[in-house]
């Protein structure tokens, strides 16, 4: 575990104090801020995802499977979709920073 140092105002330290434990007050609050910004950035990301999704009806794991496995459907994915790969190079790096944020969210949880 690391020390983090922290200048708050007075009146703060002294409501938190009043409510018990300064350092365990304060690493709950960092805790549950660290989640809610992790929700929401991870919200946006499964917004943009299933505009990938809905795109190409279907997930990315589906969409990568076909584009490695599938040889008509490549053939079809570039006519239809000339700019496919520009599209797919944006969905994985928007799906792998989902995997990232996730697990992030995991190992604080179980903090």
């Known amino acids: ?21 300064l350092e365990e007050i304060t690493q709950f609050a960092l805790k549950r801020y660290s989640i809610d910004e992790i ?7 499964k917004k943009e995802i299933t505009e990938w999704e809905m795109k190409y009806n279907m997930s990315y794991d589906q969409f990568h499977a076909k584009i490695v496995d599938d040889e008509q459907f490549l053939d079809s994915l570039n006519q239809q979709h000339p700019m496919w790969e520009a599209d ?24």
């Open 39 to 45: 929700l929401k950035r991870t919200e946006e990301l």
């Open 88 to 111: 797919f190079m944006y969905w994985e790096s928007q799906q792998r920073e989902l995997d990232q944020w996730m697990k992030r969210l995991e190992t604080i949880l179980k903090i």
């Open 1 to 21: 575990m690391q020390k983090l140092n922290l200048e708050l105002d007075d009146g703060l330290i002294e409501v938190l104090h009043s409510l018990g434990n």
